[in-house]
Structures are given as C-alpha cells and as structure tokens.
T-cell receptor, first 118, second 115 residues
Framework: AQSVTQLDSHVSVSEGTPVLLRCNYS??????LFWYVQHPNKGLQLLLK??????LVKGINGFEAEFKKSETSFHLTKPSAHMSDAAEYFC????????????????FGKGTLLTVNP | NAGVTQTPKFQVLKTGQSMTLQCAQD?????MYWYRQDPGMGLRLIYY???????DKGEVPNGYNVSRLNKREFSLRLESAAPSQTSVYFC??????????????FGEGSWLTVV
C-alpha cells in the first residue's frame, strides 16, 4: 500500500520569501516521487521527480525537493517566491518498477494551494 | 507541441444524458489515463490503458466506460450522467506502464457539470 500526505492545504508567503511545501509518503516499495503544479483552469505540469538517483532534485522555475528516506519526506522548496508561483501543488508517489495491470498505482496528495502576496 | 489534447473543455449535461470525452496524444506514448479531480480530493484514477487494446479499472470506475481506439486516442464515456459526476476530468499519457520515473503528461482538463 502507498499513500501521500501533504501536510498543509494552504500556504501563504510574501513575494521574495522562501517557499516550503511539505509532503510525507508511505510506500511498501521503493518509491518514485513527483511534484506537479496546477495553475488555475490548467492541467498539471511536472515540476520535478525523484527516481533513486540524487536525493536532492532540482526542477523547473527554481524549485527543488529533497528525498529523505529516514523521514519519509519529499518537501518542495524555493528560495524566493514569485507572484507567478501562485498555484496548487501536488505531491505524487508511484510504485517503482514494472507493474502491469491493476497493480499499477500512482497516488496523488490532496494538494497545497500556494498564495503569494505582493 | 500539442501533447495531450482533450475535448470538450466545458460541458453541461442533464441527469441521465450520455456523453463522450475525447482525448488524443501525439507523443507516441503507450499508456493513457483518465482522472477526475474534485475539491480537496486530489486526482483519482478512473480508468487506464497500459497499451493499445487493453484497459483497466482505476479507483473510481463506476458509471464510466472507456475505449482505447488506437495508440493515440482514449475516450471516456458517461452512459447516464449523474450529479455526482460533476467534476474536472483530466486525460494523461506516459511512455510506459511502469511505476518508476515515467512522467505522466496531462491535458488541460474538461469541466463537466451535471444538473
């Protein structure tokens, strides 16, 4: 079984201040982990992904995330928020390795809405 | 760079009506998916197709049917729409049906309201 918990449903920051969006996961298998961003009325866009290479993963638009196995966490950070970062962010865990049929599973967190204040 | 294209973008249905959401991808991906997104629920998998000619149920398949028409196209049908199916629907695709690291690419969404 696998699950993902986004610890904050809403995060509000001021422009130019750091962003921290928290994600904890549980997985019976070695996981792959993703962060997606969704701007209003748009589809989901991949920010970054972890697939057992480097534990610190850099993504687009200055975002990065660190995989911490001991803490079962994959928090998303950015040093300085921009107004254009306002969106909803989803942490996603997937079962690693080939798994055909109904065993395939990609589990989404419930999302964190990021508000950036001027 | 079309990626994943889904139609229609907006639709209002009456309870009991039927409709089909269309999806096509131009990335030569093997796997395609349909998700629904509801407030506070994240995305939930309705159906997926690992490859052309195969389909499988996801978490919330009741009330839906799918057709993998060819490698490019994967449609979602509501045979008798219910208000509980009011949602935003996303089609997605990925290169392989593997859990490891294969990025899923999403369409822009279809907003469906059932009254």
């Amino acid at each position: 079984a696998q699950s993902v918990t986004q610890l904050d449903s809403h995060v509000s920051v001021s422009e130019g201040t750091p962003v921290l969006l928290r994600c904890n996961y549980s997985s019976s298998y070695s996981p792959s982990l993703f962060w997606y961003v969704q701007h209003p009325n748009k589809g989901l866009q991949l920010l970054l992904k972890y697939t057992s290479a480097a534990t610190l993963v850099k993504g687009i638009n200055g975002f990065e995330a660190e995989f911490k196995k001991s803490e079962t966490s994959f928090h998303l950070t950015k040093p300085s928020a921009h107004m254009s970062d306002a969106a909803e962010y989803f942490c996603v865990v997937s079962k690693k390795g080939y798994s055909g049929g109904s065993n395939y599973k990609l589990t989404f967190g419930k999302g964190t809405l990021l508000t950036v204040n001027p | 760079n079309a990626g994943v294209t889904q139609t229609p973008k907006f639709q209002v249905l009456k309870t009991g009506q039927s409709m089909t959401l269309q999806c096509a991808q131009d990335m030569n991906h093997n796997s395609m998916y349909w998700y629904r997104q509801d407030p506070g629920m994240g995305l939930r998998l309705i159906y997926y197709s690992a490859s052309e000619g195969t389909t499988d149920k996801g978490e919330v398949p009741n009330g839906y049917n799918v057709s993998r028409l060819n490698k490019r196209e994967f449609s979602l049908r509501l045979e008798s729409a219910a208000p509980s199916q009011t949602s935003v629907y996303f089609c997605a695709s990925s290169p392989l049906d593997r859990g490891s690291g294969n990025t899923i690419y999403f369409g822009e969404g279809s907003w469906l309201t059932v009254v």
